[in-house]
């Protein structure tokens, strides 16, 4: 019997590690995971450009931006309002880091060549509460749409804190 029971929590899930109170750049993780996610169609293609996106923004490498984006997808689970995000991205980082969050999100807005009305509406949503004005945002969207259309021309790393 001793045996069984060994057997069977062996099959039993194990208690989640706790999620880690999100930061600027896990929230705008959150943020990328939650537009990929939320025409349902959650591609490998938007997987790996988020990983870039962090990578690029942050200084990861490509298993540091895989880690930090797994992470993502469960806060981006955990919780319910996108503001909560957008909000801390707006009290953590200056102008430049948040015009550079809303141009990651217009990325993946723009990922498979076109703007989804929910991907757009969470978009907005975000920029709202990061606090950025619906000229940042075509100005956003105009340089993601160059850079796309020329993917010689690439935007710059954002600085960031060291995580603790």
């Known amino acids: 019997m001793p045996n069984l029971l060994k057997f069977l929590k062996a099959f039993r899930p194990q208690q989640p590690t706790p999620l880690p109170d999100p930061d600027a750049e896990l929230a705008l993780g959150a943020l990328l995971v939650r537009v990929a996610k939320s025409d349902r169609d959650y591609q490998f293609e938007e997987i790996s450009l988020i990983d870039r996106i962090l990578a690029r923004m942050y200084g990861h490498n490509a298993i540091e931006a895989a880690k930090v984006r797994a992470t993502c997808e469960k806060l981006q689970a955990a919780a ?4 909560t995000f957008a909000k801390l991205i ?3 980082t200056g102008n430049e880091e948040r015009i550079a969050a809303l141009e990651a999100l217009w990325e993946v807005v723009l990922a498979d060549g076109t703007a989804d009305e929910v991907e757009v509406r969470i978009l907005e949503d975000a920029r709202k509460a990061i606090g950025l004005s619906e000229a940042d945002s075509d100005e956003a969207r105009e340089r993601v749409q160059a850079r796309l259309d020329n993917p010689a021309s690439a935007p710059a790393k954002v600085s960031r ?3 603790s």
């Open 90 to 92: 707006r009290e953590a």
């Open 80 to 83: 319910p309002e996108t503001d």
């Open 161 to 163: 804190a060291p995580r």
